[in-house]
Nanobody, 128 residues
Framework: QVQLVESGGGLVQDGGSLRLSCAAS????????MGWFRQAPGKERRFVAA????????YYLDSVMGRFTISRDNAKNTVYLQMNSLKPEDTAVYFC?????????????????????WGQGTQVTVSS
């Protein structure tokens, strides 16, 4: 079993920054990817960013590229999402997720059904 706990959400003004953290515990040794998703009110949960846990390579939703950075700390078993230049449209509940499947080549999982474990979410609100 794997547990994921997000933190770092809050209220920030347009153009501000936040850093989200997701601490993982349990049987995480064979994890392949960690991802961040978000769900705005009345909308479906959407992919934001993913990191290949072993290689450290990353992949982003186009609309956050250049503003958001996903990173990991292997020693702390934690994944981060640094969010800069935040916009009101970034307002959502942000979830981290862990994927334990193996993929070929440079594939990145971007669909929520591809991930095996989820955190409880943390609210990010950007005011205009």
């Amino acid at each position: 079993q794997v547990q994921l706990v997000e933190s770092g959400g809050g209220l920030v003004q347009d153009g501000g920054s936040l850093r989200l953290s997701c601490a993982a515990s349990g049987r995480t040794d064979s994890r392949s990817f960690m991802g961040w998703f978000r769900q705005a009110p009345g909308k479906e949960r959407r992919f934001v960013a993913a990191i290949n846990w072993n290689a450290g390579t990353t992949y982003y939703l186009d609309s956050v590229m250049g503003r958001f950075t996903i990173s990991r700390d292997n020693a702390k078993n934690t994944v981060y999402l640094q969010m800069n230049s935040l916009k009101p449209e970034d307002t959502a509940v942000y979830f981290c997720a862990a994927d334990f499947k193996l993929y070929s080549g440079t594939y990145y999982p971007t669909e929520d059904y591809e991930y095996d474990y989820w955190g409880q979410g943390t609210q990010v609100t950007v005011s205009s």
